[in-house]
């Protein structure tokens, strides 16, 4: 019996363009527009995870709307906002693909959904100046720290200090509690 070795990703990605390529244009998927030598774009946020993977942001291969429906409908799930209007999930979320899936964040009050989580326990110099004014504050509020940090920071005698590590940070390097997993 003959064996054929597994082909890699990058093969069945390239057997899955060309095919789609050559396919006749009725059984092409709805959700991937194929044109000539130009890449396949998606309207859909899933199957272009499915396909791209991971991603910080929807590329110039993501030719839907910036945030589809389905992704508001999820994030009122998630974030337990069942009868909420659209809008202010269309104007103030961001998504993106990790491991072949659709997470989203919204905004909301001061969440950093776009930025890294900040993993340095080095102090800012604006952390110094409100610890010199603040010399035992038990804690250094986030307009001084950012909103993007994972540890809890205080003063002691006068120089910030990083306490425990209050927020978990995903594969990608966000803040894991306010990005969330949307279904289809």
Same mark, same amino acid.
């Given at each position: 019996?003959?064996?054929?070795?597994?082909?890699? $990703?990058?093969?069945?990605?390239?057997?899955?363009?060309?095919?789609?390529?050559?396919?006749?244009?009725?059984?092409?998927?709805?959700?991937?527009?194929?044109?000539?030598?130009?890449?396949?774009?998606?309207?859909?946020?899933?199957?272009?995870?499915?396909?791209?993977?991971?991603?910080?942001?929807?590329?110039?291969?993501?030719?839907?709307?910036?945030?589809?429906?389905?992704?508001?409908? $999820?994030?009122?799930?998630?974030?337990?906002?069942?009868?909420?209007?659209?809008?202010?999930?269309?104007?103030?979320?961001?998504?993106?693909?990790?491991? $072949?899936?659709?997470?989203?964040?919204?905004?909301?009050?001061?969440?950093?959904?776009?930025?890294?989580?900040?993993?340095?326990?080095?102090?800012?110099?604006?952390?110094?100046?409100?610890?010199?004014?603040?010399?035992?504050?038990?804690?250094?509020?986030?307009?001084?720290?950012?909103?993007?940090?994972?540890?809890?920071?205080?003063?002691?005698?006068?120089?910030?200090?990083?306490?425990?590590?209050?927020?978990?940070?995903?594969?990608?390097?966000?803040?894991?509690?306010?990005?969330?997993?949307?279904?289809?």
């Amino acid at each position: 019996m003959r064996r054929f070795p597994l082909l890699s $990703g990058l093969a069945l990605l390239l057997l899955a363009l060309l095919a789609a390529a050559c396919a006749p244009a009725s059984l092409a998927p709805a959700s991937v527009a194929t044109t000539g030598a130009a890449p396949a774009t998606f309207t859909d946020p899933f199957a272009y995870c499915g396909v791209i993977g991971t991603v910080d942001a929807p590329d110039e291969r993501y030719a839907g709307p910036k945030i589809p429906d389905a992704i508001v409908n $999820g994030l009122q799930k998630a974030l337990n906002l069942a009868g909420t209007p659209a809008p202010p999930l269309t104007e103030n979320s961001f998504w993106r693909c990790m491991a $072949g899936k659709v997470y989203a964040c919204t905004v909301g009050a001061n969440l950093p959904c776009m930025d890294k989580a900040n993993l340095d326990k080095t102090p800012t110099q604006g952390m110094k100046e409100y610890c010199q004014a603040n010399p035992n504050s038990d804690f250094i509020p986030m307009v001084v720290t950012g909103h993007n940090v994972v540890y809890e920071w205080q003063c002691k005698a006068g120089a910030p200090e990083a306490g425990k590590q209050l927020v978990q940070v995903d594969a990608r390097g966000f803040l894991a509690n306010i990005w969330y997993q949307i279904n289809p």
